[in-house]
Nanobody
């Protein structure tokens, strides 16, 4: 059974940097597409960034150029480096894993396509 554990959230000020980490266990990490989603109070869950099994990446427009997703397959960990954070980045951040290894669509933007989720880590940005 795949298990995901996020860490690294906290309270930061606008303009600061923060790095989230998600540790994966229970499967072959390298074959999974990994993604970060977030959900702010009163808003729908949205994808933030993804890193596929074939090493392609995706960023939602609001974070492109500020956030960077990376993975270390030797440590079974995916990271989200968050730079120049803004108050609108405040949310619970979730790590998710998709096992399908789709060649046609290696990165899914819909959270329903991800089979495994972490418990979430809170990121709060004060302005």
């Amino acid at each position: 059974q795949v298990h995901l554990v996020e860490s690294g959230g906290g309270l930061v000020q606008a303009g600061d940097s923060l790095r989230l980490a998600c540790t994966f266990s229970g499967g072959f990490f390298g074959s999974y597409t990994m993604a970060w989603f977030r959900q702010a109070p009163g808003k729908e869950r949205e994808i933030v960034a993804a890193h596929s099994w074939d090493r392609s990446t995706y960023y939602t427009d609001s974070v492109r150029g500020r956030f960077a997703i990376s993975r270390d397959n030797t440590k079974n960990t995916v990271y989200l480096q968050m730079n120049n954070v803004r108050s609108e980045d405040t949310a619970v951040y979730y790590c998710a894993a998709d096992p399908r290894r789709s060649v046609i669509a290696p990165i899914q933007l819909d959270g329903s396509e991800y089979d495994y989720w972490g418990q979430g880590t809170q990121v709060t940005v004060s302005s």
